[in-house]
């Protein structure tokens, strides 16, 4: 990846996580969690420690996906948002872009409602920086590693795998 | 498409274990969990029926390490393989990287392994994707089994294009190893 590219994305990159730290301070979120479709983690803000992430990125996507399928069985395009209201803390998950998808994970130190509506404002915010971040992945994709690189991972394979 | 995170210095790779109903895929993942060092896999998260049949999908992340400034992790998934799960099938071929077909060779399941084939292209095409543009090994499982069909004859009908393919006995962890292998290290060298 050329170097001055690599700058553009890095910085693009820089500003969705400082927006997804904001969301979740203003949202008084314990997480906010930025997932692609296939199921894998594109940035985190908040504390995740205590969460499996390879598991709830995948279940979010999972969800997501399943839930879309729904939407066209009853004639509707998608459902945009889903909420899981538990005893304790509660997931709002959003998609962005029609791309990727956000999910808040809250507890009752703060309302679904301002949950909801940061959301919106994150997403609008966002919107077009993903559009311009996903086709500047898809233009970079190849030659993205050299042979030598490959080399390494094929032997970690190996060992891994034997 | 691999998602590389050039921030996070992670690159995240797809793996789905395709196959009829039965055919033991959830068998080929479990048994990876079961050998591959603690250290370098997740948990093994299974959302199945009551009768442990696969109903939605198996999910395992396996960590390769650090290779030259990046971390690698492959997700290895499982789909269910029953013909009226399909829409669950097709939902887990999101954005998959590398497959591996799980072939029953029992005799009497040979024609689901075509059906299985064909509705891999199916759900494949719905993603504007073709299956040879995908990095695929087949594993031919249930070889101890008597009633099998011969490798010959599964070869013509499920394998035309010639991929890696082997012999396999999942429940004994026998060629389950080497179409991963193949399949990961295909599924690397496409993001040269």
């Known amino acids: 990846m050329p170097e001055d590219k690599e700058a553009t994305f890095e910085r693009e990159f820089q500003t969705i996580k400082d927006s997804l730290e904001d969301l979740c301070r203003e949202t008084k979120s314990l997480s906010v969690l930025l997932i692609d479709k296939a199921g894998q983690l594109i940035t985190s803000a908040g504390n995740v420690s205590n969460i499996d992430i390879p598991s709830f990125a995948t279940l979010s996507a999972a969800d997501f996906a399943a839930t879309s399928n729904l939407a066209d069985l009853i004639g509707e395009h998608d459902f945009s948002t889903l909420f899981h209201q538990g005893a304790r803390k509660s997931i709002y998950v959003s998609l962005i872009a029609d791309k990727v998808i956000l999910a808040v994970i809250f507890t009752k130190e703060t309302t679904l409602g301002l949950v909801r509506i940061k959301v919106k404002k994150t997403a609008e915010r966002l919107g077009s920086m993903f559009e311009k971040i996903f086709k500047t992945l898809e233009s970079e994709y190849s030659g993205a590693v050299d042979d030598e690189f490959i080399s390494e991972a094929e032997t970690e394979l190996d060992s891994l795998f034997e | ?192």
Do not use: W
């Not at chain 2, 109903?55 to 400034?69: C, E, Q, R, S």
């Open chain 2, 1 to 192: 498409m691999a998602l590389i995170n050039y921030s996070s210095k992670e690159i995240n790779c797809k793996i789905v274990y395709y196959g009829p109903g039965l055919g033991g895929k959830t068998t080929n993942i479990k048994h990876i969990y079961s050998k591959v060092n603690p250290n370098s896999r997740g948990k093994l998260m299974s959302l199945d029926t009551e009768l442990d049949r696969t109903l939605f999908f198996d999910f395992l992340p396996v960590d390769l390490g650090t290779v030259k400034g990046f971390s690698v992790h492959f997700h290895l998934y499982t789909v269910p393989g029953q013909v009226y799960y399909n829409a669950s099938r097709k939902l887990i071929l999101k954005g998959v990287d590398g497959l591996i077909f799980v072939a029953d060779s029992q005799i009497e399941r040979f024609e689901d392994n075509i059906d299985s084939i064909e509705n891999l292209d199916d759900n494949l095409a719905e993603y504007h994707k073709k299956s040879e543009e995908i990095p695929l090994a087949i594993q031919y499982n249930k070889r101890d089994l008597p009633n099998i069909v011969s490798l010959n004859e599964l070869e013509d009908a499920l394998n035309p294009r010639g991929v890696f393919s082997c012999e396999g006995v999942a429940t004994e962890g026998i060629g389950v190893f080497d179409p991963l292998k193949e399949v990961s290290k295909k599924v690397l060298r496409k993001l040269r």
